[in-house]
């Protein structure tokens, strides 16, 4: 099993307005991913919203993903995700980016895909409605692909369209492409996205056993997909928690027994494209207050809807997730309560003390899948020119 970690540009309550704090939580962001490549974690996912006051502040991952590339030299980079309206951005632009952040990061780019988190999102783009999102996500997903591949891609779908051939730059490095995976919110979604096989960004709002039945659907339409997208499968469910993991575990049980639930309430307001979570409580009714004892952390832990607690004991509960199936596990950060300085303590705890008792693979195992791609369009679209040659490419002089 491997681990990551997710980056929302969350900021709530009044910082959300005050552009000093606003700036200071993208720096500590990138300060976090940064010092994750140096202790064990194999993958950093950066999220894409728009307009989510508070809940997100990350709309433009592109440049952090850059930014992160640069500064790192094992961590994989991914986007989650990069939203599929057509009214939006046109799909070029989004094969594009994709295509130019694969050579940025020297192959280590995760191409996380999907809708849009829900209706106050897409109708910042030209009114766009969720009804529709569905139908651009399936048109657009079969076709960057395409636009990776040929050098005369030509299309005219139902929500977007490039008339004449045009050759769409830069290719993927290698020759093949980023893994690409989709957000599964809703439990039909994990068949799809295993019939699809492309991996699955999943999302934990429930006690962890629930999960067990979506992932064995995943895995079990993975088995044989019937609408392969891309070169090679990815067969990987990734699931998204909370962890509080110090070496003092009394000072990680007292961050997890502060108020907590505001997020949810910002997930309940805004995500409404999947399942509400329980309480469904919503933005601005204040998050229900619970007294956590010491009792309810517990059933809180036992229930997978947190990890909590020294090393030795966060080592125990991971097994919960390898238990149902993940392939990898990813933690949202920083989590309520935490501090700065104790979001750096947790890279570094987890990192060195927990992820080497379960991944012992130096390799991304998205890179052992990439290495099994086989083309599955031809170069050209169209007919190619009588008399129509390649070349050998040129030689540059070593300085000019």
């Not at 959300?16 to 704090?21: I, K, L, P, R």
């Not at 392969?228 to 928690?241: A, C, D, K, L, R």
């Not at 679209?381 to 070593?398: C, H, I, Q, S």
């Amino acid at each position: 099993m491997e681990f990551g970690l997710f980056f929302n540009g969350y900021l709530p309550g009044p910082a959300a307005h005050d552009h000093d704090s606003e700036h200071a939580m993208l720096m500590n962001e990138l300060e976090y991913a940064i010092l994750a490549d140096s202790h064990n974690w194999k993958y950093s996912w950066f999220g894409e919203h728009h307009c989510l006051t508070e809940y997100s502040h990350l709309s433009a991952p592109a440049p952090f993903m850059g930014y992160v590339a640069a500064k790192t030299e094992r961590i994989h980079i991914g986007s989650a995700i990069t939203s599929f309206p057509t009214t939006k951005e046109h799909p070029v632009r989004i094969a594009e980016r994709a295509a130019m952040l694969d050579h940025i990061t020297e192959g280590r780019f995760e191409f996380g895909t999907g809708r849009g988190a829900g209706s106050h999102e897409v109708r910042t783009f030209n009114g766009t409605e969720t009804a529709a999102t569905k139908a651009m996500w399936d048109e657009v997903i079969h076709e960057i692909p395409r636009m990776w591949a040929q050098e005369d891609y030509q299309y005219d779908g139902e929500h977007f369209s490039v008339p004449t051939p045009h050759n769409v730059l830069p290719k993927p490095l290698g020759g093949s492409h980023p893994p690409i995976w989709v957000a599964c919110g809703n439990p039909a979604t994990f068949a799809k996205a295993g019939s699809h096989g492309i991996g699955a960004i999943a999302f934990n709002f429930e006690p962890i056993h629930n999960l067990k039945g979506r992932i064995e659907a995943y895995k079990e339409a993975a088995e044989s997909p019937t609408d392969q997208i891309g070169q090679y499968q990815n067969n990987n469910v990734m699931m998204t928690n909370a962890v509080i993991c110090l070496e003092d575990r009394e000072e990680a049980r007292r961050i997890a027994k502060q108020d907590r639930g505001y997020r949810v309430t910002m997930v309940n307001l805004y995500h409404d494209t999947m399942p509400k979570s329980p309480d469904a409580i919503v933005w601005p009714t204040p998050p229900r207050h619970i007294e956590w004892t010491d009792e309810i952390l517990d059933m809180a832990i036992e229930g997978g809807y947190m990890l909590c607690g020294n090393p030795e004991e966060v080592c125990e509960q991971v097994v919960r997730y390898q238990d149902v199936g993940c392939d990898q596990v990813v933690f949202g950060t920083p989590d309520e309560g935490f501090n700065h300085e104790q979001v750096l303590e947790m890279i570094e705890v987890f990192g060195d003390k927990v992820i080497p008792e379960f991944d012992t693979d130096p390799v991304h195992s998205t890179t052992r899948y990439r290495r099994n791609a086989v083309p599955t369009f031809p170069v050209f679209n169209g007919a190619v020119p009588d008399g129509l040659t390649r070349t050998r490419p040129p030689t540059f002089p070593v300085s000019i």
